[in-house]
């Protein structure tokens, strides 16, 4: 079984308006931690927000955050505001305690930004 | 600055020739990991490293080799067992954090084409 799936190959949004992207996850370790990374045509990784398991509050950094619905194994980004700059791929990502350090990526959704 | 350079960033290599890919970084992190990402799809990992002089193979180290002299460098070596190189291959590193998850950072990337 897929450790992270995102479904949305490609998104589309307005700037300016917020948009959702979607990932979805499974493991049976109580312990995890959960990533996303956006990645521009350039092809570098850039770490975005991090929601680990036991944490009780979404996270949020600047106009990212993360809406953790744990028992629906959810880990949606959320973009408000989105700008020109936010056009790259998302990845979402996950490591189990119980694994080390090792991160299961999903396949990433698309997300285009229309001034 | 602090942070993980990779280089080149593109390379070519002919059939049946080993070529030998740089990653170095500057962040004082113990634990260092090769993946490989091909169009359209997530990343795979290769091999990863938590300490000097020690490696582990990940999901596809076939046809790959890696070396952990130095905390700072853990090259990467595809070689002519690698039937399919043609690859975007990035590298990363963390230092164990408890509150942000281990959270991996890249550098920016090598493009290997075969000819």
């Known amino acids: 079984a897929q450790k992270i799936t995102q479904t949305q190959p490609g998104m589309f949004v307005q700037e300016k308006e917020a948009v959702t992207l979607d990932c979805t996850y499974d493991t049976s370790d109580p312990s995890y931690g959960l990533f996303w990374y956006k990645q521009p045509s350039s092809g570098e990784m850039i770490f975005l927000i991090y929601q680990g398991s036991y944490d009780q509050q979404n996270a949020t950094e600047g106009r990212y955050s993360l809406n953790f619905q744990k028992a629906r194994k959810s880990a949606n980004l959320v973009i408000s505001a989105s700008q020109l700059g936010d056009s790259a791929m998302y990845f979402c990502a996950m490591r189990e305690a119980n694994t080390g350090n090792q991160f299961y990526f999903g396949t990433g959704t698309s997300l285009t930004v229309i001034p | 600055d602090g942070g993980i350079t990779q280089s080149p960033k593109y390379l070519f290599r002919k059939e049946g020739q080993n070529v030998t890919l740089s990653c170095e970084q500057n962040?004082?992190?113990?634990?260092m990991y090769w993946y490989r990402q091909d169009p359209g799809q997530g990343l795979r990992l290769i091999y990863y490293?938590?300490?000097?002089?020690?490696?582990q193979k990940g999901d596809i180290a076939e046809g790959y080799s890696v070396s952990r002299e130095k905390k700072e460098s853990f090259p990467l070596t595809v070689t002519s067992a690698q039937k399919n190189p043609t690859a975007f291959y990035l590298c990363?590193?963390?230092?164990?954090?408890?509150?942000?998850?281990?959270?991996?950072?890249f550098g920016p990337g090598t493009r290997l084409t075969v000819l």
């Open positions: 962040l004082n992190h113990d634990a």
């Open positions: 490293s938590q300490i000097v002089n020690d490696f």
């Open positions: 990363a590193s963390s230092r164990h954090d408890r509150g942000r998850g281990n959270t991996q950072y």
